[in-house]
C-alpha cells in the first residue's frame, strides 16, 4: 500500500481553523512519541486496482502481493540494509559446496489461528512452487532443488542440484500452509480470497472494488503490530484520491511528480504529511509483442527506440523525478552495465531504418505504409497511471514525427491484465517492473518464460541470453555474474526486446500522525509493523 498507491492534485483546502489545530498538535509530538509506541488506529491509503488472488503461489501483480506481502512470512528477508536476515527461520547453515542449506526454524511459530507452525509447512510449499502443474510463475528457483525434508519439526533441510546464486533469498517467498492447502484444487482453494498466514497483518474483509482491510496479527512471531488496521480503498479515480487525501481521508499515497510539486507547496498538506523522495526499484518501459509482424524485424524496434527522445519522456512524463533506462537495472546497482548507453534520439536514423525494413509514406499522408498497410500501432496502458499515460502521448507524437500513427488504448487494470497481458493480446504498451534486488533475470526474459500466465509475456527468446541467465544464476562468483549481465544488456540493446525508458523516483505522502516511517535504502514500509500514532491523534477506532 505505501508505494503502489497513487494522486492527483489538491482539488480541495484545509480550513484555517484546522491548520492552527494541526499546528498546535505537531508541537506535541515529540513528548507523545516519547511516550513510547502505542497500539490503536488504521493507516488508510487507496490503490487504483483491486486484488486478483490471495494465493502466493498465484499472485502476479502489485495490488494482490501488497496483500500478500504483509500477511506471510518467508524463513528470510532483506533488512532496511539490503542485507538477508532471519525471518521464520532464526538461522541457517550452508554446506561447503553450497547446495545444503539447513533451515532452524524459531521455536513456537504459529498460524493466524494458532495453529503450530513447522518444517511440514516448508516441505509443502517447495512442493507446490516446484509442481510443473501449478500455475506459477515463480516455480523455477524451487524446481532447482533435487531434495527438500523436514527433519524434525523445527529442522527445514533443502538440497540443490546445483549452486544457485539466488537460494538463499528464494527462501524469503511466503510460506503456505499445508493443511489448508494440501490436496486442494487451487482454483477452488478458499485462501485465494482470505489469508492464513504468518505475518504481522491478515486479511479482515475484502468488497470487491471498494475496500481491502487487513487486521492486526495477535500472533506475529515479532508481537503484535501496533496499528489495529491497514485500511486499502479501491479508487480508479486520481482526482477523487487527491481529494480524499486534502480532507484527510487517507493517511498515505505515492505521488506523481506533478502532485508532489503541487502537494509540496501546499501550505495545509505540508502541515498534515511527512513527504518522503527516494529511487524506486523499478523501471518503466515500451514492450513489444514480437509475435506481431511488423515487431518482430530488429530494425523497426531499433528505429521506434531511436525516434524516442528519452530525455523529452523523464522531463514530460516525471518532471525531472528519475533517470533514462538503459536496461533492466537500476543505475547505482551492482549488475548494471553503464558502458550500455540508452538509445540516442536520432529520427533520421529512424527513417532510414524504417525504410529499409520497407516502411515508407508510397502516397505522401505523413503515414508510413507497406505493401499497402499503413503502420498504425496500438500501444496500451493501464488506467489510473498518469506517469504511463503521459508516457504514452509523448511517444506517440515523436513516431508520428517517423511516419508511425500510434492510437493509445487506456485499459482497466484487472481487465488489462486479464484480457491483453496474459492472452498476449497488444500490440505494444507502457508498463513497468519492480527491480528485484538480486538481479536473476530467468522469470522475465528466459525463453522458458512464454507460456500463458508467465511473465515474459512479450515472447522474447535469445538461446545467447538464456545461456547468459543460466550462467549468472549458477555461480556464487560475483565477477562471473556482472560479465553476464553486462553482456545481456549489450544483447538488449542490439535486440531491442523493450524500449527501456527510465528508472523513476517514490514520491510519498505519509501522514505526521503516524510515527515510525522512514527512507532506508529497502526503501519506506519496511518495518510498518512497528508504526504507531500517539493516543491523542488517533483517529480509527475499531
Not at 471498494?210 to 515479532?222: C, F
Amino acid at each position: 500500500m505505501i508505494l503502489k498507491t497513487m494522486l492527483r492534485p489538491v482539488s480541495a483546502a484545509i480550513s484555517s481553523l484546522f491548520l492552527l489545530v494541526l499546528l498546535f498538535s505537531s508541537l506535541l509530538t515529540p513528548l507523545l512519541s516519547a511516550q513510547g509506541p502505542v497500539d490503536g488506529d488504521s493507516l488508510v491509503g487507496a490503490s487504483i486496482g483491486d486484488a486478483s488472488n490471495l494465493i502466493p503461489a498465484l499472485a502476479s501483480d502489485s495490488s494482490s502481493n501488497e496483500v500478500i506481502g504483509q500477511a506471510y512470512s518467508g524463513l528470510v528477508k532483506y533488512d532496511k540494509n539490503l542485507q538477508v536476515v532471519a525471518d521464520l527461520a532464526e538461522k541457517w547453515e550452508v554446506s561447503e559446496d553450497q547446495k545444503t542449506i539447513i533451515f532452524r526454524l524459531r521455536p513456537g511459530l504459529v498460524w493466524a489461528d494458532g495453529s503450530p507452525f513447522t518444517a511440514e509447512d516448508c516441505v509443502f510449499t517447495w512442493k507446490l512452487m516446484s509442481d510443473p502443474n501449478t500455475p506459477t510463475a515463480y516455480g523455477e528457483s524451487f524446481q532447482q532443488i533435487e531434495t527438500a525434508e523436514a527433519v524434525d519439526d523445527l529442522t527445514f533441510k533443502v538440497v540443490y542440484k546445483r549452486v544457485l546464486a539466488k537460494a538463499l533469498i528464494t527462501w524469503a517467498f511466503g510460506i503456505m500452509p499445508k493443511r489448508l492447502m494440501e490436496g486442494v484444487n487451487l482454483d477452488d482453494c478458499p485462501l485465494a480470497r482470505t489469508t492464513m498466514g504468518t505475518g504481522p497483518f491478515q486479511l479482515e474483509s475484502w468488497e470487491v472494488a471498494q475496500k481491502i482491510v487487513m487486521n492486526a496479527n495477535p500472533k506475529y512471531y515479532l508481537g503484535r503490530p501496533h496499528l489495529d488496521r491497514l485500511i486499502t480503498r479501491i479508487i480508479p479515480d486520481m482526482a477523487t484520491q487527491m481529494m480524499e487525501l486534502s480532507t484527510l481521508a487517507l493517511d498515505t499515497m505515492s505521488l506523481e511528480p506533478e502532485q508532489w510539486l503541487e502537494a509540496t507547496e501546499k501550505p495545509a498538506l505540508k502541515e498534515a504529511f511527512n513527504f518522503f523522495r527516494f529511487p524506486a526499484s523499478s523501471y518503466t518501459y515500451l514492450g513489444f509483442n514480437l509475435k506481431d509482424p511488423r515487431l518482430s524485424d530488429v530494425r523497426v524496434r531499433r528505429a521506434i527506440a531511436l525516434a524516442i527522445d528519452k530525455d523529452e519522456v523523464v522531463e514530460g512524463a516525471l518532471m525531472g523525478f528519475g533517470r533514462p533506462a538503459n536496461g533492466p537495472f537500476k543505475p547505482d546497482m551492482w549488475a548494471n552495465n553503464v558502458k550500455v548507453k540508452p538509445y540516442p534520439f536520432n529520427q533520421e536514423e529512424a527513417k532510414k531504418l524504417l525504410s529499409q525494413a520497407g516502411w515508407t509514406d508510397s502516397d505522401n499522408d505523413g503515414v508510413i505504409d507497406k505493401e499497402g498497410r499503413p503502420f498504425v500501432l496500438t500501444i496500451m496502458t493501464n488506467q489510473g497511471n498518469r506517469v504511463r499515460e503521459q508516457s504514452a502521448l509523448i511517444i506517440q507524437s515523436r513516431l508520428k514525427e517517423v511516419g508511425i500513427k500510434v492510437e493509445i488504448r487506456i485499459v482497466e487494470w484487472a481487465a488489462f491484465l486479464k484480457e491483453y497481458i496474459d492472452k498476449k493480446n497488444f500490440e505494444a504498451l507502457v508498463m513497468g517492473w519492480t527491480i528485484p534486488l538480486d538481479p536473476d533475470l530467468f522469470d522475465v526474459w528466459n525463453s522458458k518464460k512464454i507460456n500463458p500466465g508467465e511473465l515474459n509475456f512479450v515472447g522474447y527468446s535469445n538461446p545467447e541470453v538464456d545461456e547468459l541467465i543460466d550462467k549468472a544464476r549458477f555461480t556464487l562468483n560475483q565477477q562471473e555474474r556482472k560479465q553476464a549481465y553486462d553482456r545481456i544488456q549489450e544483447i538488449f540493446f542490439e535486440d531491442v526486446p523493450y524500449v527501456f525508458l527510465f528508472v523513476p523516483e517514490s514520491l510519498v505522502a505519509v501522514s505526521k500522525r503516524f510515527v515510525g516511517p522512514e527512507v532506508a535504502p529497502v526503501g519506506l514500509g519496511y518495518n510498518i509493523e512497528q508504526w504507531y500514532v500517539p493516543k491523542d491523534r488517533q483517529v480509527h477506532k475499531k
